[in-house]
């Protein structure tokens, strides 16, 4: 039996644990889908999957409640499938494996899966407690949000009853979101034709890992290194002092997370190896020199590997990597009325450059609608010039903030009555469902909260166990004071 299970509250750990043990990444829900749907058998709660494959509960009011505000709990089922290299977890198949650090929950060699485990684990928690004072409650799990929020995207329009969305997924505790960016996918993909390897050149692989990642909206102002663009400053030397030649490139694997491992294949002249290798060690205490205080400890090395039949033509090589040095990657501009919070960025997630295709995959956000699109014709620029097909998917808009909110002073109000100070109203640079879910339930009152995350879309994910008690105590305070429907 895991050791999360008894932590406080035990309602939320406890339906967390269970959560641990469905795998449940992105584009694999069947079994989490089902878990939900026997779990809302077995409390006495309705429950349906809908034709978005969202799950949606309902709890009837309790009595002498029934004429308050109906609230929805929102949260995602899915979450973001990231292991370390050593790991050999297989998400489609094994639980997650959690221990306690210190006030850390976190997993062994994987993603943790609180975001969004913790606000699943939450509408859990209130379906099956028969002693909450509530009006109407609905829960609504969403499908595939890391990878589009497809479920809120096809959400019907007519499916949902209440009055006020609580989505459980902000990851600051004593800070309510009510505002966040919106998005948009790039992708930039080109084919060639290899071209035979000189047969008396030689091989290194050459490896950068050990980097944080993180999540690529709430950490991308932190500056931490990404991956694909530091080995592109290497590879660039590497072509101009050694004559060497790129053979493959493989670097992050989430489209919204910042890439922390890159690993390339270049061939070069046999008599030019060790210069390159002793290169790679000086480039390795640069790259540390230059990320000190963010990151720990950047690992960069090369080692010898048999020498690929093919490789990338000259002039594609030189093409592609103009395109990664180019493209703009980290903050672009903060809010101008909120100068403290970043309104555009994008992030050079993925390349996969092998057997004559080239892929690049972007995640770019703002809370601006044009700023999006400017940051998204930029991107498309940079990749055109170098020969590259793009395409734009996914976007969504996003979410305005209203001061004015009924649900949010509310909320405020019982923050400062249960803890004695006051919450922080905030604007978050992540992509919530919130927007979303907006565009066809306009009338909806919206705030978004949770415990406190760090890392999320990482291997070094982990929940805040002290957050965890008060933002259960305020969920359900909320719940008992939410206002009279006129």
Known sequence: MSEIRNLNPECIWRNFDALTQVPRPSGHLEKVQQFLLDFAARVGVEAFKDAAGNIV????????????????????????????????????????????DGDWVRAKGTTLGADNGMGVAAIM?????????????EGLFTADEETGMY????????????????????????????????????????????VATDKEDAAVKVVIKGLKGGHSGLEIHEGRGNANKLMARFVREAIAEYGARLAT???????????????????????????????????????????????????????DV??????????????????????????L?????????????????????????????????SANESMRDYIAKTLESTFSMAGMKVEFSGAYGGWDPNTDSEILHLLEKNYLELFGEEAIEQVDHAGLECSVILEKYPHLDVVSLGPTLRSPHTT??????????PFWELLKKTMATVPVKE
């Open 125 to 137: 928690a209130v379906m099956e407690d028969k002693t909450l004072v509530h009006g109407p409650v």
């Open 151 to 194: 479920g809120a995207n096809d959400l019907p329009a007519d499916e949902l009853n209440g009055d006020i969305l609580l989505n459980l997924d902000s990851e600051t505790w004593g800070k309510f979101v009510i505002g966040s960016a919106g998005g948009i996918d790039i992708t930039a993909t080109l084919a060639y034709k290899e």
């Open 249 to 303: 490139w493989h670097g992050g694997n989430m489209r919204n997370a910042i890439p922390f491992e890159c690993e390339v294949v270049l061939t070069l002249p046999k008599e030019n190896v060790e210069a390159l290798k002793e290169d790679v060690e000086e480039w390795c205490k640069l790259f540390n020199h230059e990320y000190r205080t963010i990151e720990e400890n950047i690992q960069f090395f090369a080692e």
């Open 57 to 100: 509960m309902r709890k009837p009011a309790s009595p002498g409640m029934e004429n308050r505000k109906g609230i929805i709990l929102q949260g995602h089922m899915d979450m973001v499938p990231q292991k370390t290299k050593e790991s050999t977890h297989n998400f489609e198949t094994d639980p997650i494996e959690t221990y306690i």
């Open 306 to 331: 048999a020498t690929p039949e093919n490789e990338t033509p000259e002039e594609i090589q030189d093409n592609l990597l103009d395109a990664i040095y180019g493209c703009h990657n980290g903050v």
């Open 460 to 469: 070094i994910e982990c929940c805040s166990i002290s957050t965890v008690a």
């Open 333 to 365: 501009r903060m809010i101008p009325v909120f100068p403290t919070v970043v309104e555009t960025s994008s992030n050079l997630a993925i390349i996969d450059i092998e057997g004559g295709h080239a892929y690049f995959k972007l995640l770019a956000r």
